[in-house]
C-alpha cells in the first residue's frame, strides 16, 4: 500500500529558520511535536519519517510545491503552513542478508560486521555519550532481556524503549551494519524529539551531552515501560533501586527526637575530594552529613546532622563518580582527573545499617564456605599432582539465589562483580569523548572496549587503569552486578558418594 504523509509546518514565513516543530498525518494517525532539523543531513529527516511510519528511507519521495527533496535542503520550500507530501510503501524491517561464500576480510564491504566481536553503534553526531550509555546497560540482563522480549512480541509502541528493543535485536548477531546504523538513527531522532536537551546544536552540529544525564533519562524511561511484577513499581526500580534510611538529629537539642526517612535512589555518587583515592571513600562522603533548617523546639535555625545507612541492596548497583564541577570564570562542567581506584568485586558491607547487616550474614557465610572449599580443593589437588594423580573431573557449576527469596532484583550478601566502566576522556563533560568497557560473560579476564563502532579486546588490567589521574580515559560511571555463590557439595552428599562407591565395588567383588 501507499502512504500519504501531510506535514503542517507551524512558523513564522522565514526560509531560513533551521528547525521546524512539525505534525506529521499519516492515514487517520497524527503525530504531533516532531522536530525537522534542517541544519542537520537529509537522512536524518528520512531516518524520523522511517521511525513514524515504517516507510524505508529508499522508498520515500518527499515532495514540497511540486518540488522532491533532494539529497540537501536546497531550494526546498519549506515554510510557514507548507504541506510535504511523503509517498511510499510501507513494509517490515528488511531480512538480514543470506550467508554467502567465505570472503576474505579485506573483501568485505564497509557494512559489513566481524563475526568474532559484539556489536558497537555508529556516531551519528557527536552520539558518543549514548552508544557508551546503551552498550553499559545492555550488560545488565534485566534490559537487555526485556528488550528481546519487546522485539519479539513487535509491541513497538514504548518510546525510546521499543526503539532501543528494536536497535538491541538488530545488534544480535549482526552481518551486515546497514539496518543496526538505520536503527541507531531512529533512537537518536527519537530522543531529540522527545527531549529538547538532546537536540541542542553547536557549532554547526549536534552538541556533545553528558553520559550521566542521558543515563538518567534512558533508566526513567525503562522504569515506566518495561513490565515488573514486583512490589518497586518499575523493574528499574526493583533491579537498580537502593534504600538507604536517612536520620536527622538535632545538634543543638539531644531532647528533639530524631527524624527517620527512607529515601529511594537508582545510583550511589562517589564524591570526590583530595583525600578520597579509593571508590568506598568517596561513597563514606555521603553517609554523614550536616545542614541548618528550623528547629521546631528551639524556634529558631539550628544545625542537624543527618546519617544514611543502606537498608535494601539492588542485582545492578550503579555507582557515579562525581567528576565535575561548574567553574563559573571558565562557564562550564570541569572535570576532576584525580585517581580513584575501584575495584573488580566491591563488597558494600560498611555501607548498610546494622539489622540489614545481620540479613546479610547468611549469604554472606556462603561466600566464606566456599572459599575454603576452594582452599582445600587446591591444596588436595596439589598433593594428587605431586604423586602423579589427576584432579577430579570438572562438573558443571550450581549457584546459590543471589537475591533474597522475597525480594526479587535485589542482593543479600553485599558483594558485587564489576560489569561495565562507562569512561570519558577530556576536561569538559560537554565536550570529549565517552567509551564502555563491557565485561565478557563467558571468559575470565577479556574485557571489551566499545568506541563507538571500533570494538576492541582488553585485560582485567587495562580497565583497573581507568581511574584517572591524567587524560586518559576515566571511570565516569561504574556498573556492578550481584556476585554469585557457587555452590559448595555438602559432607553428606559426599559421604553418599562414598556409599554407593562401596556398594559398586561390593557388586564386582560378586560378580
Request: net charge negative; proline share 4%; glycine share 6%.
Amino acid at each position: 500500500r501507499h502512504v500519504h504523509v501531510e506535514l503542517f509546518l507551524f512558523f513564522e514565513n522565514n526560509n531560513t529558520m533551521p528547525t521546524f516543530n512539525v505534525n506529521v498525518k499519516w492515514n487517520k494517525e497524527k503525530f504531533k511535536g516532531v522536530s525537522v532539523d534542517t541544519e542537520a543531513d537529509v537522512s536524518l529527516f528520512r531516518a524520523q519519517l522511517f521511525t513514524l511510519t515504517n516507510v524505508s528511507p529508499e522508498n520515500q519521495k518527499i515532495m514540497c510545491k511540486g518540488v522532491a527533496l533532494k539529497d540537501t535542503w536546497e531550494k526546498f520550500p519549506i515554510k510557514n503552513k507548507a504541506n510535504i507530501l511523503l509517498m511510499g510503501t510501507a513494509g517490515e524491517i528488511p531480512d538480514e542478508p543470506e550467508e554467502k561464500d567465505i570472503v576474505f576480510a579485506e573483501d568485505l564491504p564497509k557494512t559489513a560486521v566481524k563475526n568474532d566481536l559484539p556489536f558497537g553503534l555508529v556516531n551519528v553526531g557527536n552520539t558518543c555519550y549514548m552508544n557508551a550509555t546503551l552498550q553499559t546497560l545492555k550488560s545488565a540482563s534485566i534490559i537487555s532481556e526485556s528488550a528481546r522480549s519487546e522485539a519479539e512480541e513487535g509491541m513497538g509502541s514504548r518510546g525510546l524503549f521499543s526503539d532501543m528493543a528494536r536497535l538491541f535485536r538488530e545488534m544480535d548477531g549482526a552481518k551486515d551494519r546497514t539496518v543496526p546504523d538505520r536503527m541507531t538513527q531512529m533512537f537518536w531522532m527519537r530522543l531529540r524529539t522527545q527531549y529538547s536537551q538532546f537536540a541542542e546544536m553547536r557549532n554547526g552540529g549536534p552538541a556533545q551531552q553528558d553520559a550521566s544525564e542521558f543515563w538518567e533519562v534512558i533508566m526513567n524511561e525503562l522504569n515506566t515501560h518495561i513490565p515488573n511484577s514486583g512490589p518497586r513499581g518499575g523493574a528499574i526500580s526493583q533491579y537498580f533501586g537502593i534504600d538507604q534510611r536517612e536520620t536527622t538529629t538535632c545538634a543543638e537539642d539531644v531532647d528533639e527526637e530524631p527524624q527517620v526517612q527512607t529515601i529511594r535512589d537508582l545510583s550511589l555518587s562517589c564524591h570526590i575530594d583530595k583525600e578520597v583515592g579509593y571508590i568506598l571513600a568517596g561513597l563514606r562522603k555521603q553517609v554523614d552529613g550536616e545542614i541548618t533548617k528550623n528547629s521546631p523546639t528551639l524556634g529558631r535555625d539550628a544545625v542537624y546532622t543527618t546519617k544514611k545507612a543502606v537498608t535494601r541492596l539492588p542485582e545492578f548497583l550503579t555507582v557515579k563518580l562525581v567528576r565535575f564541577y561548574f567553574k563559573r570564570a571558565a562557564m562550564e562542567n570541569c572535570k576532576i582527573r584525580k585517581d580513584v581506584k575501584f575495584p573488580l568485586t566491591l563488597d558494600v558491607l560498611d555501607l548498610c545499617a546494622d539489622d540489614f547487616k545481620d540479613k546479610l550474614l547468611p549469604a554472606r557465610e556462603r561466600f566464606t564456605a566456599f572459599q575454603d572449599y576452594e582452599a582445600e580443593k587446591q591444596a588436595e589437588v596439589a598433593g594428587k599432582t605431586s604423586q602423579g594423580k589427576s584432579g577430579e573431573e570438572e562438573h558443571e557449576q550450581q549457584f546459590y539465589p543471589s537475591n533474597f527469596e522475597d525480594d526479587e532484583g535485589s542482593n543479600n550478601s553485599g558483594y558485587y562483580e564489576l560489569k561495565g566502566v562507562l569512561t570519558h576522556k577530556g576536561r569538559s563533560s560537554d565536550s570529549g569523548h565517552y567509551v564502555a568497557w563491557i565485561r565478557d560473560t563467558k571468559t575470565k579476564n577479556k574485557w571489551y572496549l566499545f568506541d563507538d563502532d571500533k570494538v576492541s579486546v582488553h585485560t582485567d588490567a587495562d580497565v583497573l587503569k581507568l581511574s584517572g589521574g591524567g587524560d586518559w580515559h576515566t571511570a565516569y560511571v561504574l556498573l556492578y552486578g550481584a556476585a554469585k555463590c557457587p555452590v559448595v557439595p555438602t559432607q553428606e552428599k559426599t559421604e553418599q558418594q562414598q556409599e554407593q562407591g562401596e556398594d559398586a565395588m561390593d557388586t564386582t567383588n560378586d560378580n
